[in-house]
């Protein structure tokens, strides 16, 4: 069962492990087989069990199936850089007439981005991620590159962005994934990006608003705003309004604004209850560090759910999600104090592979 530690998918159950002598086999179209090498026949029905199997799902991401020379299939793992006979889809194989399964949590806090993917085919689709060097968008950038879509890291940083994508195309050669420049911090870059985005001639069936600022003391943009609130939630604000057209008009399509679940402790209205735009880009004397941080991702949730409202009837949903509690992440390297709290917390805190999961799975 080596190839199959090989892809993680090793399969523990003992009910159906093979006598001395039989060895497990898979057709081109999925379904699987026994040999005897001892009594030189082979059967559908498992030696033990009496069962027929088939295979569910496709290769995992990495995996390549081809024929050699006498026409037999073997599988690639061009991650692990080595090649089998023995179809790694073994481990996920059904009866032929299977019962109907105990309903249970399918995916949890640890799951992998990975997880969420397998046997998907994002082949066709093109996915833009801002922030996409590091962390979360990182993790979710490769997950969808790994799995055949297009990706654009858009990013600030280029020699980090272009290190990023040799890192994923280090996993698989075939990734097809490239970076691109966005400043949140300049409005002039993001219509740039836009721009260029557009002469691409391309689709955009995923964009994912992850890029964000934390613990950054008070500065005012180029375009004379406070730094925090205008890359976190304006400068997505006008990258998403520049891309409306091409989002629906490769609908469908899906927007993901990563928020925070600290957007709860904050108000952006006055005490009469109307909007203030004076807490949205506030002047040094009223700046708070983390109060800004929690105004922006309050702004990530009201704009995620209007743009839902206005354009989820042309096929573009949108959603905000909340990456995890006290999720490890270098955003806090802006201050000591929050770094040597998160380092202290990161015990106790999901990792960057498992909450890359939020941005995956479109309904498309």
């Not at 061009?78 to 949590?105: C, E, G, M, W």
């Not at 600030?156 to 050669?173: D, P, Y």
């Not at 490239?178 to 069936?205: G, P």
Request: charged share 20%; with cysteine.
């Amino acid at each position: 069962m080596a190839a199959l530690r090989y892809a993680g998918l090793d399969d523990t159950d003992s009910e159906d492990e093979l006598p001395p002598g039989w060895e497990q086999r898979t057709t081109k179209d999925g379904w699987v087989y026994y040999a005897n090498h001892a009594e030189e026949k082979t059967q559908w029905e498992h030696p033990k069990t009496g069962k027929r199997k088939r295979i569910a799902g496709d290769l995992p991401y990495g995996w390549e199936q081809e024929t050699d020379e006498n026409g037999q299939v073997f599988f690639v793992d061009h991650i692990n850089k080595r090649t089998t006979y023995l179809d790694p889809r073994l481990a996920f194989t059904v009866d032929d007439n299977p019962t109907k399964p105990t309903s249970r949590q399918r995916y949890d806090g640890s799951t992998t981005a990975m997880e969420i993917l397998q046997g998907r085919d994002f082949t066709g689709k093109v996915v833009v991620v801002t922030g996409a060097n590091s962390g979360i968008g990182f993790e979710t950038a490769k997950s969808f590159a790994l799995h055949g879509a297009h990706v654009i890291l858009a990013c600030r940083n280029m020699t980090r962005a272009n290190e990023a994508v040799s890192q994923i195309l280090g996993e698989w050669h075939k990734a097809k994934v490239e970076a691109m420049t966005l400043d949140l911090a300049l409005l002039r870059s993001v219509q740039h990006f836009a721009q260029a985005f557009k002469a691409k001639n391309l689709s955009l069936h995923v964009l994912v608003c992850n890029a964000a600022a934390f613990a950054l003391p008070w500065s005012l943009t180029k375009d004379g705003l406070e730094t925090t609130f205008q890359v976190n939630h304006l400068g997505h604000f006008y990258l998403v309004q520049l891309l409306q057209d091409v989002l629906c008009r490769s609908a469908p399509a899906r927007v993901v604004v990563v928020s925070s679940e600290s957007h709860r402790f904050t108000d952006i209205n006055d005490s009469s209850g109307k909007l203030d735009f004076s807490r949205l880009s506030p002047p040094k004397n009223d700046y708070w560090a983390m109060l800004a941080y929690n105004r922006s991702k309050l702004c990530n949730i009201l704009f995620s759910n209007e743009l839902h409202r206005r354009l989820s009837p042309r096929g573009v949903t949108s959603n905000a999600v909340h990456p995890g509690n006290m999720m490890y992440s270098s955003i806090h390297r802006n201050w000591w104090v929050y770094t040597l709290l998160f380092t202290l917390a990161r015990p106790f805190t999901k990792s960057m592979v498992s909450d890359s999961l939020i941005e995956l799975g479109p309904s498309q």
